[in-house]
């Protein structure tokens, strides 16, 4: 389930959205009234979803979901009035956030909130397979340390410093990076 974050000076138009969000079984994880206490709550608990309604009685928002987008995956969309709407989307559309005219389309509203999601779907596989690459090249590192150690003390060339940690790993039943580890641990003390 998606954390959501309303902003929106106007509680009427505040518990509107909430309202649809609602119906499309999405639960709001918090609400802020100006861009201030958005931004606050936004960098001390994280969301997923950020609604702003813009103006804020502070700002006129955009500065806000720009700092938003920069800082974090989360996704943002940026309620305004429609005059305003081509300008907005100039700025903020290519920062990522999904600009929507007031009044509020229920349908074009919704399938942003699709789009969102789907969005955050994506990016929640690219980063854990970011993560998954950093602990490779992680791995990696501390057994190239390892190796290093086994050319500089015990003069192995780089393919016998291979083949020992192999060896060991097999003859230990641990992997490579346990072995890489217990040889850093005694020649690093």
């Known amino acids: 389930m998606y954390s959501v974050l309303i902003v929106s000076g106007n509680?009427?138009?505040?518990?509107?959205?909430?309202?649809?969000?609602?119906?499309?079984?999405?639960?709001?994880?918090?609400?802020?009234?100006?861009?201030?206490q958005a931004l606050r709550k936004f960098r001390e608990t994280g969301y997923d979803i950020v609604i702003i309604n813009a103006p804020?009685?502070?700002?006129?928002?955009?500065?806000?979901?720009?700092?938003?987008?920069?800082e974090s995956s989360a996704q943002v969309m940026f309620i305004v009035r429609s005059e305003m709407?081509?300008?907005?989307?100039?700025?903020?559309?290519?920062?990522?956030a999904f600009v929507v005219a007031k009044p509020l389309n229920r349908t074009v509203f919704v399938k942003g909130l699709h789009f969102m999601q789907a969005a955050l779907?994506?990016?929640?596989?690219?980063q854990s397979e970011n993560a998954?690459?950093?602990?490779?090249?992680?791995?990696?590192?501390?057994?190239?340390?390892?190796?290093?150690?086994?050319i500089k003390y015990l003069s192995m060339t780089e393919p016998q410093a291979h083949r020992y940690l192999e060896k060991q790993a097999m003859d230990l039943r641990l992997t490579k990076l346990e072995v890489a580890k217990n040889l850093l641990s005694t020649y690093d003390s």
Do not use: Y
Request: aromatic share 0%; proline share 3%.
């Open 11 to 36: 509680e009427r138009a505040a518990a509107s959205v909430g309202q649809l969000l609602c119906e499309e079984n999405l639960t709001i994880a918090d609400t802020a009234p100006d861009a201030a």
């Open 56 to 70: 804020l009685p502070d700002s006129t928002g955009e500065l806000l979901a720009r700092t938003m987008l920069e």
């Open 85 to 96: 709407e081509a300008a907005i989307e100039k700025s903020l559309g290519s920062a990522g």
């Open 121 to 126: 779907a994506r990016t929640g596989k690219v």
């Open 132 to 150: 998954k690459l950093q602990r490779k090249l992680d791995e990696g590192r501390i057994i190239d340390r390892a190796k290093g150690i086994l």
